[in-house]
């Protein structure tokens, strides 16, 4: 039997681990297939700008605190001014309210 790796028995370690607990917390974990990378692309992109737009024009960072203050400011610009081009160059908080304005008030209700 070939000999494995440190750090692949870690990997599958962890990845044992991660699963495990949010089923130990009746949580339904969004963890998509092997080899299914559909699951992640929306955060992967949206982690790459956040890194192309803030965090490597800036370095070095001084402290921790820099980044946490940048990033707050970097997302509420992201949400509330940055101009998208798939949702019509709005911001993507203008484009969820019209989304909401759009919708049919929802009907409440009761059953005794």
Known sequence: MPARSPDSIGCRNTSFRLAAHPASEQIAASIGTVGDALDNALMESTIGLYKTELI????????LG??????????????????HSEIGHVPPAEYEAVYYQQQPNPQVTATI
């Not at 490597?56 to 402290?63: C, D, L, V």
């Not at 707050?72 to 001014?81: C, G, L, M, Q, T």
Request: net charge positive; proline share 8%; glycine share 0%.
């Open 56 to 63: 490597k024009p800036q370095r070095p960072w001084k402290a």
């Open 66 to 83: 820099d980044v946490e203050l940048a990033t707050a400011e970097w997302v509420d610009w992201y949400n509330h001014r940055r101009l």
